[in-house]
């Protein structure tokens, strides 16, 4: 059974920084390209950023490009998000979500999700 | 940038009702990169639809879609109590995905 589980959210204030991690089990993690997906409170889905299985493709929404972070360590099955400068507007619940494949050929939905971890940026 | 625009905002229904949630971009894209799914409150995220037309795996066969170019339509042949959520239809393009606002059905 695929398992996704996100952790690292916190309250946090305007400017500051925080590492999402997520850890993933149930499939081989080398194998599918990973990402993050966000939903503020009461809000709809925002994809925030992919990268493929050996970490030489990576992409991000401009909402967070220059200030976000993907990462993966195979080794360790896990799948990580550097937030820095975080800002208001980045106050949401962050999912992980597996791709179909592994390259941005097939990387074009999400099969599995993780429950999320919740991050707040308030002052 | 393709805009995704989802209608209606909200749909009222009965179980045993049949259900056509309309998905609409804001230029042509492929159909195999159009996605469906469901998000049931306090749920994450399910996957219902790849490739426009695809079921993903495990879900019921009361649930369908179809569409090409600009137009998506999600169907769902009989409601059961359980299928009373949230959905959004998503894409694919140039590097960047993007989610429609979503269809609330509610009883």
């Known amino acids: 059974e695929v398992q996704l589980v996100e952790s690292g959210g916190d309250l946090v204030q305007p400017g500051r920084s925080l590492r999402l991690s997520c850890a993933a089990s149930?499939?081989?993690?080398?194998?599918?390209?990973m990402h993050w997906v966000r939903q503020a409170p009461g809000k709809g889905l925002e994809w925030v950023s992919g990268?493929?299985?050996?970490?030489?493709?990576?992409a991000y929404a401009d909402s967070v490009k220059g200030r976000f972070t993907i990462s993966r360590d195979n080794a360790k099955r896990s799948l990580y998000l550097q937030m820095n400068s975080l800002r208001a507007e980045d106050t949401a619940l962050y999912y992980c979500?597996?791709?179909?494949?592994?390259?941005?050929?097939?990387?074009?939905?999400?099969?599995?999700w993780g429950q999320g971890t919740l991050v707040a940026v308030s002052s | 940038e393709i805009v995704l625009t989802q209608s209606p905002g909200t749909l009222s229904l009965s179980p045993g009702e049949r259900a056509t949630l309309s998905c609409r971009a804001s230029q042509s894209v492929s159909s195999s990169y159009l996605a469906w799914y469901q998000q049931k409150p306090g749920q994450a995220p399910r996957l219902l639809i790849y490739g426009a037309s695809s079921r993903a795996t495990g879900i019921p066969d009361r649930f369908s879609g179809s569409g090409s170019a600009t137009d998506f339509t999600l169907t769902i042949s009989r409601l059961e109590p359980e299928d009373f959520a949230v959905y959004y239809c998503q894409h694919y393009g140039s590097s960047l995905f993007t989610f429609g606002p979503g269809t609330k059905v509610d009883i």
């Open positions: 990268v493929t299985w050996n970490s030489d493709n990576i």
């Open positions: 149930g499939f081989t993690f080398d194998d599918y390209a």
């Open positions: 979500a597996k791709a179909p494949g592994a390259h941005t050929s097939t990387w074009y939905f999400f099969d599995y």
